[in-house]
T-cell receptor
Framework: AQSVTQLDSQVPVFEEAPVELRCNYS??????LFWYVQYPNQGLQLLLK??????LVKGINGFEAEFNKSQTSFHLRKPSVHISDTAEYFC????????????FGTGTLLAVQP | EPEVTQTPSHQVTQMGQEVILRCVPI?????FYWYRQILGQKVEFLVS????????KSEIFDDQFSVERPDGSNFTLKIRSTKLEDSAMYFC???????????FGPGTRLTVL
């Protein structure tokens, strides 16, 4: 069975500092990996995705993530955060099955402080 | 830009009552999903729907739940007899293909009293 682990429930960081949000997954089959962002009282918005090809994927708002198969990780990074990046970030995995359902991690609250 | 919409944004109901949550997926999408997020917890898959039938459902999706695409545009989630533990944010999502990005709606917050 697939699962996603986000070890950090909350990451406080100062504005303009770099940040890394960690995500590890487990799966016995080929996976597709996603990062979604949830701003307060809003739905989920896709930041970036890994389906195949280059292991470094770039997304919206200056975020990027690197797929590391040997470490089963898909960490999210941004070199310089803004106050507006304060949100909940969810890592998700789906398999190569017919439905492509998403399995989400527990989320990481990125709290950017001035 | 096309988007997934959901109504109502907030639904309050008494335990034991039936509720119907409505979603309008993106018009040319073929795959539809419901997820839920209990307050403070992770987003959980409930059910996926393709070609007018359920393609997969989780163990959460028991006999009290049903989904329907009644008119080719709406996609509904019905909870027949709500329980306190059904209180959650319910998200609808749609996708143009099985491996495509899923677009999420803003959610319906269901409160069962």
């Amino acid at each position: 069975a697939q699962s996603v682990t986000q070890l950090d429930s909350q990451v406080p960081v100062f504005e303009e500092a770099p940040v890394e949000l960690r995500c590890n997954y487990s799966s016995s089959v080929s996976v597709y990996l996603f990062w979604y962002v949830q701003y307060p009282n809003q739905g989920l918005q896709l930041l970036l995705k890994y389906l195949s090809g280059s292991t470094l994927v770039k997304g919206i708002n200056g975020f990027e993530a690197e797929f590391n198969k040997s470490q089963t990780s898909f960490h999210l990074r941004k070199p310089s955060v803004h106050i507006s990046d304060t949100a909940e970030y969810f890592c998700a995995v789906s398999d190569d099955g017919a439905t492509n359902k998403l399995i989400f991690g527990t989320g990481t609250l990125l709290a950017v402080q001035p | 830009e096309p988007e997934v919409t959901q109504t109502p944004s907030h639904q309050v109901t008494q335990m034991g009552q039936e509720v119907i949550l409505r979603c309008v997926p993106i018009s040319n999408h073929l795959y539809f999903y419901w997820y839920r997020q209990i307050l403070g917890q992770k987003v959980e898959f409930l059910v996926s729907f393709y070609n007018n039938e359920i393609s997969e459902k989780s163990e959460i999706f028991d006999d009290q739940f049903s989904v329907e695409r009644p008119d080719g545009s709406n996609f509904t989630l019905k909870i027949r007899s709500t329980k306190l533990e059904d209180s959650a944010m319910y998200f609808c999502a749609s996708s143009g293909g099985a491996r495509n990005e899923q677009f999420f709606g803003p959610g319906t917050r269901l409160t069962v009293l």
